[in-house]
């Protein structure tokens, strides 16, 4: 499975951004997938996943009600649209695939998932 995110960018506090991640290769549309980030200096965090046809959806507790993940699986992209962006929100962030578990654990965790994309810069002015 290959993946790339993209979308990101230096935005002034308040504003919105749409990252997005094109995915390839066998059976990757019945995959869960995952957003993460990870600012300098910390651990990559958790930010919002959504199993395989975006029936279900999990955020962090630091973005819920800001940032909305979405997919389509027609076009092989997952989609994360955030608003009301913060200084604390920028990072580099990851999309990523879980193709072998299930359950809320699993899609929460960076653990859970095996492929993993190249980043894109998130910068949130002040």
């Known amino acids: 499975v290959q993946l790339q995110a993209c979308g990101g960018g230096l935005v002034q506090a308040g504003g919105s951004l749409r990252l997005s991640c094109p995915y390839s290769?066998?059976?990757?549309?019945?995959?869960?997938m995952g957003w993460f980030r990870q600012a300098p200096g910390k651990e990559r965090d958790f930010v919002a996943a959504?199993?395989?046809?975006?029936?279900?959806?999990y955020y962090a507790d630091s973005v819920k009600g800001r940032f909305s993940i979405s997919r389509d699986n027609a076009k092989n992209t997952v989609y994360m649209q955030m608003d009301s962006l913060k200084p604390e929100d920028t990072a580099v962030y990851y999309c990523?695939?879980?193709?072998?578990?299930?359950?809320?654990?699993?899609?929460?965790?960076?653990?859970?998932?095996?492929?993993w994309g190249q980043g894109t810069q998130v910068t949130v002015s002040s």
């Open positions: 990523a695939a879980n193709s072998l578990w299930s359950g809320s654990y699993y899609y929460t965790t960076a653990a859970g998932y095996d492929y």
């Open positions: 290769g066998r059976a990757s549309s019945s995959y869960a």
């Open positions: 959504t199993n395989w046809n975006g029936s279900t959806t």
